[in-house]
T-cell receptor
Framework: TQLLEQSPQFLSIQEGENLTVYCNSS?????LQWYRQEPGEGPVLLVT???GGEVKKLKRLTFQFGDARKDSSLHITAAQTGDTGLYLC??????????WGLGTSLAVNP | NAGVMQNPRHLVRRRGQEARLRCSPV?????VYWYRQLPEEGLKFMVY????????ESGMPKERFSAEFPKEGPSILRIQQVVRGDSAAYFC?????????????FGNGTRLTVT
């Protein structure tokens, strides 16, 4: 069974700080998606990474896919209160299903 | 362009009643997915449908739960004889193509409370 583990589960930081959250597995994924979910809303896609070692930037967010395509990280620079939310990663598994992590709940305090 | 529309946003049912959750996908999307979310369990896949066909229902309980996506109209997730354990947020997502590289567009969910 393919699993995705996200860490940390909870993170509370001050505005302006940097942070990194992780999405790890022992399995290889053909691609990996990152979503952000705000309270009371559905997840919204941030990025899809496909190639091992790939780095994608979205303003202050930097996403990296591991060389072996088993893990990924999301780094946020100078966090803002608007970054608050649940960050979910989802990997494309063997049977072409998306495997979801449990998420990292981020709170950015003013 | 309207995104995925789910209704109702909140649904309260007594034990034993039926719950019907509706999902209208993004216009032009023919692939619909239903997920269930509990705070401690993250997003759990339930069922994947294409117009008039169930493609994968491996995440949906065999009893009391059913889903359809008719040729015309929204996709419906139906839960018969609800129990307290069915209380959760149910999300619908749609995609243009079924490939797992294709982004999923989520609705804002239906929060079901069973009293």
């Amino acid at each position: 069974t393919q699993l995705l583990e996200q860490s940390p589960q909870f993170l509370s930081i001050q505005e302006g700080e940097n942070l990194t959250v992780y999405c790890n597995s022992s399995s290889v994924f053909s691609s990996l998606q990152w979503y952000r979910q705000e309270p009371g809303e559905g997840p919204v896609l941030l990025v899809t990474v496909v190639t091992g070692g790939e780095v994608k930037k979205l303003k202050r967010l930097t996403f990296q896919f591991g060389d072996a395509r088993k893990d990924s990280s999301l780094h946020i620079t100078a966090a803002q209160t608007g970054d608050t939310g649940l960050y979910l990663c989802a990997g494309a598994g063997n049977n072409r299903k998306l495997i979801w992590g449990l998420g990292t709940s981020l709170a950015v305090n003013p | 362009n309207a995104g995925v529309m789910q209704n109702p946003r909140h649904l309260v049912r007594r034990r034993g009643q039926e719950a019907r959750l509706r999902c209208s996908p993004v216009k032009g999307h023919s692939h619909v997915y239903w997920y269930r979310q509990l705070p401690e369990e993250g997003l759990k896949f339930m069922v994947y449908l294409q117009k008039e066909n169930i493609i994968d229902e491996s995440g949906m309980p065999k009893e009391r739960f059913s889903a359809e996506f008719p040729k015309e109209g929204p996709s419906i997730l139906r839960i018969q004889q609800v129990v307290r354990g069915d209380s959760a947020a149910y999300f619908c997502a749609s995609s243009l193509i079924p490939d797992t590289n294709s982004p999923l567009h989520f609705g804002n969910g239906t929060r079901l409370t069973v009293t």
